[in-house]
């Protein structure tokens, strides 16, 4: 079946705008993780959703950042009011085994740009 | 809290080389352990991963990686290593009934023809 797919590939917006990324995950992966990726800092943790339970938001780096889930299916990271650090790739990854994270399988990423 | 080190920002060695990538961990018990790797412009890709038991876990690609829990270790080898390997490696943990994965700096590797 198909993999995480995420949208769009890459976006560049002007410092102070909104942003939306989405992220389609693998169909029946009741688990969806957002990560980041930028130069210096590796990957890092931003939100966690879980089917119908309250996602775990303690990665997110602070209340500009926004996360949701829409029938337990695609999700959608918000950025408000961005700023040239937000520049990274976002990855989303999805899994089915709750337990230890499973294997969790990453779409390929977004890659957001703040000029 | 735990952590992840791979001590090598960056390998580069001969196509049919052979290959170790280290990886160290600190964490309270036990570890789920995971390796994967990231191709430019791509995602990342599961390579293996250790959950119990046998500590030498075989993955994709022709890599093995070896589960030391009295070094605190999971290194990732490869016998000989092809020119298609070149890309990042990416060493990560979890623990029993936790879903975020700490994820180590990387190492990239590049192979020399």
């Known amino acids: 079946g198909a993999g995480v797919s995420q949208s769009p590939s890459n976006k560049v917006t002007e410092k102070g705008k909104d942003v939306e990324l989405r992220c389609d995950p693998i169909?029946?992966?009741?688990?969806l993780y957002w990560y980041r990726q930028s130069l210096g800092q590796g990957l890092e943790f931003l939100i966690y959703?879980?089917?119908?339970?309250?996602?775990?938001k303690s990665g997110l780096p602070s209340d500009r950042f926004s996360a949701e889930r829409t029938g337990g299916s695609v999700s959608t990271l918000t950025i408000q009011r961005t700023q040239q650090e937000d520049s990274a790739v976002y990855l989303c990854?999805?899994?089915?085994?709750?337990?230890?994270?499973?294997?969790?399988?990453f779409g390929p990423g977004t890659r957001l740009t703040v000029t | 809290a735990q952590s992840v080190t791979q001590p090598d920002i960056h390998i580069t060695v001969s196509e049919g080389a052979s290959l170790e990538l280290r990886c160290n961990y600190s964490?309270?018990?036990?570890?789920?352990l995971f390796w994967y790797v990231q191709s430019p412009g791509q995602g990342l890709q599961l390579l293996l991963k250790?959950?119990?038991?046998?500590?030498l876990v075989q993955g994709i690609k022709g890599f093995e990686a070896e589960f030391k829990r009295s070094q605190s270790s999971f290194n990732l080898r490869k016998p000989s290593v092809h020119w298609s390997d070149a890309a990042e490696y990416f060493c990560?943990?979890?623990?029993?009934?936790?879903?975020?994965?700490?994820f180590g700096k990387g190492t990239k590797l590049s192979v020399i023809p």
């Open positions: 990854a999805s899994s089915f085994i709750l337990a230890g994270a499973g294997e969790q399988y």
């Open positions: 169909s029946g992966h009741t688990a």
């Open positions: 959703f879980q089917g119908n339970s309250a996602p775990d």
């Open positions: 964490y309270g018990a036990t570890p789920y």
């Open positions: 250790y959950f119990s038991g046998d500590t």
């Open positions: 990560a943990i979890s623990g029993a009934g936790s879903y975020q994965l700490t």
